[in-house]
């Protein structure tokens, strides 16, 4: 049982009260990402009674994580962002029960993950989840609560919710094309103000709160954009027109089969995957060298040989590379997907070049520190 006097600031607002504070209580909400968004979506939820709470992500804290996601401290550097974020929210508020979920979405367990909950919050950080998790909850008709940021801007929007004429919208009407690989760098590229996912996040947060109780207009087909830098904000109507795209899974067995990595051009013929269980043999063929693109300061560091080149400076080091294997390697294995794209462009055709799939978090402990 909740404790009134924990929420009697809340409880006490016009139209809220008791009433409101039992469907949070009763609520299962699932939120996709503990990073920039995902940090404060999940401090405000767990402070306003949200009765369950589903945590996923399986990325480690790093220290250039810390100055926007703000749940962890430099001694959480290196754990699992889900174990962190349970230890902190725990303690916040033990009235709320939290499912500890550190393995990314993919579509043989997306399905199965959101089926137990009420709402999802998209808090995640690239393209393909973003196109997945749209097409999981468009199946399974679960409301859908998006949120980006992109340097000083971000963007909040309610999807696969019906407005008051029964229309409902999802991500690919606003986006029905993913971009091309590139053309919208990631925060580890273009960089990214802290305050700003904090921001969003909390729109985000809000707008769960809305459609939990019954509160307000939530942004239902709407698209909200917001400039920090001079708070210029906007609401658009997103088009109802469904988008013309072979691609678009229709059954849960089409979802299953799809290749959301492929669908979004991030891979590309003659980039290779290596398992991170083949990755440590791999690493030892003639000629072959394994780049770290993280940042130096990032951990656990690799015992086997490597050199450091940061995804940013890539391309301008590139003349630095003389050997004929090249496999990258990063945390989760985004950015060495990103890395592998860049060298592709510029590498010749008798270069081999590979990433380590799932990134470094992945290996077995006998290769990191």
């Known amino acids: 049982m909740w404790n009134p ?9 016009q139209n809220f009260g008791i009433h409101a504070q039992e469907k949070l209580a009763s609520a ?3 939120v996709i990402g503990a990073g920039g968004l995902g940090c404060p979506v999940l401090q405000y939820l767990t402070a ?12 480690l804290v790093s220290l250039s994580n810390l100055h926007r996601q703000v749940l962890y401290t430099s001694d959480d550097i290196g754990t699992l962002k ?30 199965r993950m959101i089926s137990d909950y ?38 909040v929007a309610v999807f696969n919710v019906p407005d008051k004429q029964g229309r409902t919208t999802n991500y690919r009407h606003l986006f029905p094309e993913p971009p091309k690989p590139g053309e919208v760098p990631d925060c580890n590229d273009a960089g990214v103000l802290g305050v700003l996912p904090g921001m969003i996040g909390s729109i985000q947060a809000a707008e769960a709160i809305k459609l939990i109780t019954g509160t307000g207009e939530p942004l239902i087909n709407k698209l909200m954009t917001i400039n920090m830098l001079d708070y210029q904000t906007a609401v658009f109507g997103i088009p109802y027109e469904d988008p013309v795209n072979a691609d678009i899974p229709s ?9 959301y990595e492929q ?24 000629d072959t060298l394994v780049i770290d693109v993280r940042e130096p300061d990032e951990h656990p560091k690799l015992k086997i040989p490597y050199v450091s080149i940061p995804l940013s400076q890539l391309k301008e080091r590139f003349c630095q590379i003389h050997h004929r294997n090249i496999i990258l390697v990063c945390q989760s294995g ?14 010749g055709p008798d270069i081999t070049i590979s990433h380590l799939e799932g990134g470094i978090q992945n290996l077995n402990q006998e290769i990191n520190e």
């Open 5 to 13: 006097e924990r929420y009697d600031r809340q409880i006490k607002l």
């Open 28 to 30: 299962r909400i699932l």
């Open 48 to 59: 306003a009674g949200v009765g369950n709470i589903g945590i996923t992500d399986d990325d």
């Open 82 to 111: 889900t174990e962190a974020a349970f230890k902190r929210l725990g303690a916040m508020n033990p009235e709320v029960a939290f499912d500890i979920i550190s393995t990314r979405i993919t579509t043989k367990n997306a399905i």
């Open 118 to 155: 009420d709402l999802i919050l998209d808090c995640s950080d690239n393209f393909p989840t973003r196109y997945l998790l749209d097409d999981a909850c468009r199946l399974m008709k679960k409301p859908l609560i998006f949120g980006a940021v992109y340097q000083y801007e971000g963007q």
């Open 251 to 259: 059954t849960v067995e089409e979802f299953e089969k799809m290749n």
């Open 263 to 286: 669908h979004c051009g991030i891979l590309q013929d003659g980039i290779k995957n290596i398992s991170p269980p083949v990755f440590k043999e791999a690493s030892k063929l003639p």
């Open 334 to 347: 985004k950015r060495s997907l990103a890395g592998a794209l860049i060298l592709q462009e510029l590498a």
